[in-house]
């Protein structure tokens, strides 16, 4: 059960009120009318609570559970232990999000301006918006409506921000125009200078980052991300991305719609992803490179040359995943046969 | 000598002092009675000041060390130059931390709370507590007795400390429990939302994260590194580990006692580390994953698969590190071969 | 054209204006009386502006750019079309980046100390100097003349900082002494404690962190950067080094000057770097090692032994480039042959 020192719960849910929200069908025995108090896992899960199974790497736990309900595919309905309600999607996780959200709707935000923010009095704050003890808020910067800047955040002079926008604790923002809906998790940096300069008899001097960052619409952030701003051109994130935790993405970078890019992974100036590309944990890229849609790499590649669309790689340099796997297990079979 | 600017200073110490803090024994030829004023690095050691030697490395300096004592393993002794006083001991590092720590006892703490530190007044803070300038506390947190709050660090609502917590100048705490001894370094970010969402008709839906991060006592959480709160579960960190700077440590990662998490390594949603287990520097795992106690992972190792109590791994993806020593060798050998 | 919400902008300077602050030669037809308005990115640019070619990967682009001037090198003089005015240099992103300050001089800077800043007594600030909101400066630290000190940046005890220094929005400084000109980019930290314990019965005893961080005049650390002080001795990183974002620099390391690091590196406790050394993105390196001067290594490099001056290096373990790149390309061809 959450924890409600930090969470609210509404409810409880009968299964048909479940049924519904996760437009999913009630599986063989479940009663309509039984009532349902939470969510939790496989694990902890009790009789008045709902679990979910989407990795079948679990299932052989689903026999143990004692959940009253499980939100899970209809191939695996018949391995739920007697007395258990299914609820049947071909898209349980999907499912349980909107479950777990409806026991939790998000709490009624307050609005207003906390006594110990700093606001600067030429900035346009929206109606709505609610601005955390500690948050500064720069010159001319516009803050759409709904958004809340949360506890000693940054947003610098001019940048702007479309309504419902998160800004999280201690992130800091500068040089940068965010879209609706978007979510900066806490420390995130935004629209700092990017690496940028020429080295001349050996003095490195910085050339001016004359460039932006722009963050399409229901795009989020991860905790201690850095984006630079584009050097001449702009830094632009397209919507619907989801960037992990300590994210590096360097000036000048594209991404397109609904990229998925995992914690650590850093991708060098002015390379290009197309939408959906999917960026593994502690992958790197060197720069002014070009990845197709779709295209996926796995976690701690290096990649050195563009990627066409649809294709997966891995590996240090990235090549095709089948022929980096075809190298992993050929190398292990030859060490063994030399070792031996 | 520790610059006086940031470092307080006791003493000076004689030999036998330093024999009993650092229960070690003096060697042959050393004065009880000498007087020391503080450590320095072997380098750097002068006559009236106390080094040590635990890497053995370094071995070939103490010859031309001008230390006035050094700290040392008996198998060393009869390294130590003329004139250089020895103390004999089978954990060196150890025994020089003690010594250190005398020199330098912690400053006496003031406590209070600096006017323009932000506390809602349905927080609880303990006696003895310090709070920095900017720090912001939130509704209904729990401060333990002694805890310090550093210069704008953000504990939010709900957040439990344990007594004698230290919360790092600008790190950031939500939807956590920590027990006594805690120390977040600066910048950390705790509890934030987990990279958790469902991809449904090429739109990624969030899933609420309803769990928590717990920490045990005395667990030291390095800078800027981030450790993702539960989804259903807990995040959960036992006592004693200590984590570097950049970790990544996503949604319902578990770890043992004692863990050692070198700096940006990157530890995937619902890994479990058991007791003990050390990780080199930018190690990444895949999630889901189960590591037995004890476990060594060579630093920027790629760990897919499950890893037995005990063993030591290396490479990418990570095997047992014989075999992987093997293949470097094997590869260095044949492409010689090939080139020449 | 850079956007007037962040930058400002001087101008209109003309062709002969230019000429002489890039130091270079109008190519064949320029009129040096033509007038130009901004810089902008090749792809970007029109009539008006003047762009820069260097990296020869986007040569082909030139023929299609619509800028009104170009900086490059005389080689590709005859690429540019018909009607755009060539400014000829050896050194054209030099050249750019003196043109783009041109056209874009700092704004003149306000001093003084907001309000909404915290500053203890004993602090001294020197003239010029400008803290913003939520700034937090502690006791007896010194800010050097014409330095700034951004939103809710924490500068420590003791700390010193030279003239002309730049302290980023919520980066947070302790025990350390910055020498003029150095920039500290948000979210950066410096001076805390290493990483450093004994490990005794189990149980991981802190080992007291006595030195300070030393940073040399003119050198810049990147966004959410981590610089741990000395243990014994100070951590030490020398003038004009250029640092990236998200990099981890351990206790008692040792940059000389101009050194490069890019996003993500780490460089573990003891290591030392001699002057101009390039390290590439999310490279590693054990520690206690020593690298010669202007030694380059490849990016994702796990760096295990020292490494001569001049040499370059990739792969993991790292060794020379020439002999890794081999090493690739020769497991590519057996792993086809196999596969085949």
Redesign the interface.
């Known amino acids: 059960m959450?924890?409600p020192?930090?969470?609210e719960r509404a409810g409880p849910l009968t299964l048909a009120d479940l049924a519904r929200i996760a437009e999913a069908e009630i599986g063989v025995g479940g009663a309509p009318g039984m009532l349902y108090r939470d969510?939790?896992?496989l694990?902890?899960a009790g009789p008045e609570e709902v679990?979910f199974l989407d990795?079948r790497?679990y299932a052989p736990d689903l026999a143990g559970s004692r959940a009253g309900a499980c939100i899970l595919h209809p191939d695996l309905a018949s391995r739920a232990p007697t007395g258990m309600a299914v609820l049947l999607t071909a898209?349980p996780?999907?499912a349980?999000?909107a479950v777990?959200?409806a026991f939790?709707p998000l709490p009624k935000r307050a609005s207003g301006i906390?006594a110990?923010a700093?606001i600067d009095p030429s900035a346009m704050i929206g109606s709505g918006v609610l601005v955390?003890?500690?948050a500064?808020i720069?010159e001319?910067a516009e803050i759409g409506e709904g958004s809340t800047i949360?506890?000693?955040a940054?947003v610098?002079?001019?940048v702007?921000l479309g309504a419902g926008c998160v800004i999280?604790?201690?992130?800091?923002l500068?040089?940068c125009i965010l879209e609706a809906q978007v979510t900066i998790?806490?420390?995130a940096?935004i629209g700092?200078?990017g690496?940028g300069?020429?080295?001349?008899a050996?003095?490195?001097?910085?050339?001016?980052q004359?460039?932006?960052v722009l963050i399409g619409e229901g795009t989020?952030v991860?905790?201690?991300t850095?984006i630079?701003r584009g050097?001449?051109?702009d830094t632009v994130i397209g919507p619907?991305c989801?960037i992990?935790?300590?994210v590096?993405i360097?000036h000048?970078v594209r991404l397109g719609r609904?990229c998925?890019i995992?914690?650590?992974a850093?991708i060098?100036g002015s390379t290009r992803l197309d939408d959906?590309v999917v960026v593994g944990?502690?992958v790197?890229f060197?720069g002014?490179l070009h990845v197709g849609a779709g295209a996926k790499i796995a976690?701690?590649s290096?990649v050195h040359r563009d990627i066409v669309a649809g294709q997966t790689v891995g590996g240090?340099?990235a090549?095709p995943i089948v022929?980096w796997r075809?190298?992993?297990a050929?190398?292990?079979q030859?060490?063994?046969k030399?070792?031996g």
């Open positions: 959450a924890d020192r930090f969470f969510v939790a896992s694990a902890a679990t990795n790497l898209t996780y999907r349980y999000a777990a959200q939790h906390h110990a700093s955390e003890a500690g500064v720069g001319r949360h506890a000693n940054v610098g002079a001019g702007v999280g604790a201690g992130a800091t500068s040089h998790y806490p420390g940096r700092q200078d690496f300069f020429a080295t001349d050996g003095r490195h001097v910085k050339v001016p004359l460039g932006r989020e991860g905790a201690n850095c630079d050097s001449a051109g619907g989801m992990d935790n300590l590096q360097g000048n609904g998925v995992v914690a650590q850093g060098s959906y944990g502690q790197g060197a002014h976690a701690q290096g240090y340099p090549i022929e075809r190298q992993v050929m190398l292990k030859m060490a063994r030399k070792g």
